[in-house]
């Protein structure tokens, strides 16, 4: 499979690593464009792929592309690429915001189209990412885009109307997982434990939870209370976490995520 990727940055990078690990693609068979020079021979450099400055090469050679640069350029690059996609290529986007209408209308024709929402895990494959294909996709079609995906991570089909959501929940979610990583290290260095010995045992910690929660099949309360002990250590942390709101302040940052996504 030809697979391109206009715009090189990060997320692009974690998929260009992963397809050619799981062998989903060579590293001939792919091609990056990137008006950045560094950014194009940092890909190149690293994967040994096909490199351009010139966003139409990529779609001139590959039977699917993924959109990878910033929502705010999605219309210029389309307006750029939309007279050479062909009916048989497959147009994956990965901007939240933009809706598989509005994807639709810039191009101005019939195009197949599948919008999804990785998150940055997909750097170490253990993605999360939702997909949602437009009328045109097959379910041949659906099957090669997913099998891409699935080289990454974890893939989840939903209705187009969850995509905010999965914005705010996945999408958005490594940076307070981060936070939260971050600041129990820090109580941890202050009683004394070294910093780099701290962080491995917050996020392993979060690692192992997260772990739990998919493998077992448990509701995070049951879990939760397999780990509060009747007058305990850890049902205190929770008194606490509960009267400084940390369910609420959760709640409602995921909430705006979703928010201010719907009006990207």
């Not at 910033?70 to 307006?79: A, H, T």
């Not at 750097?123 to 099998?147: F, H, L, Q, W, Y």
Request: charge should be negative; charged fraction near 25%; aromatic fraction near 6%.
């Amino acid at each position: 499979m030809k697979l391109g990727f206009i715009g090189t940055g990060n997320m692009a990078s974690a998929i260009i690593g992963a397809v050619i690990e799981e062998k989903i693609a060579t590293p001939d068979e792919i091609y990056g464009a990137d008006v950045f020079a560094p950014g194009r021979e940092r890909v190149q450099k690293q994967f040994g792929i096909n490199v351009t400055p010139d966003n139409l090469e990529v779609v001139k050679n590959v039977d699917m592309m993924v959109l990878s640069v910033k929502p705010q350029y999605y219309g210029d690059v389309i307006n750029q690429i939309k007279d050479a996609i062909r009916p048989d290529q497959i147009v994956i986007t990965i901007a939240p915001g933009k809706t598989l209408d509005w994807l639709g209308e810039q191009f101005g024709k019939e195009v197949k189209i599948v919008r999804t929402m990785p998150n940055t895990p997909a750097m170490v494959s253990a993605g999360m990412t939702a997909m949602c294909p437009n009328k045109n996709i097959t379910e041949e079609d659906a099957k090669k885009v997913r099998c891409m995906l699935e080289s990454f991570g974890l893939v989840e089909q939903v209705p187009e109307h969850l995509m905010d959501t999965v914005t705010a929940v996945s999408g958005s979610a490594p940076a307070y997982v981060y936070m939260f990583i971050e600041e129990m290290a820090d109580a941890a260095v202050s009683g004394g434990m070294p910093r780099q010995q701290a962080y491995k045992f917050a996020a392993q910690a979060v690692l192992g939870s997260a772990k739990m929660v998919l493998d077992t099949g448990k509701h995070p309360g049951e879990l939760k209370d397999m780990v509060c002990s009747p007058a305990g250590t850890t049902i205190e942390a929770v008194r606490v976490l509960e009267k400084r709101g940390f369910r609420s302040a959760v709640f409602e940052a995921v909430k705006v995520v979703e928010e201010v996504s719907k009006q990207m």
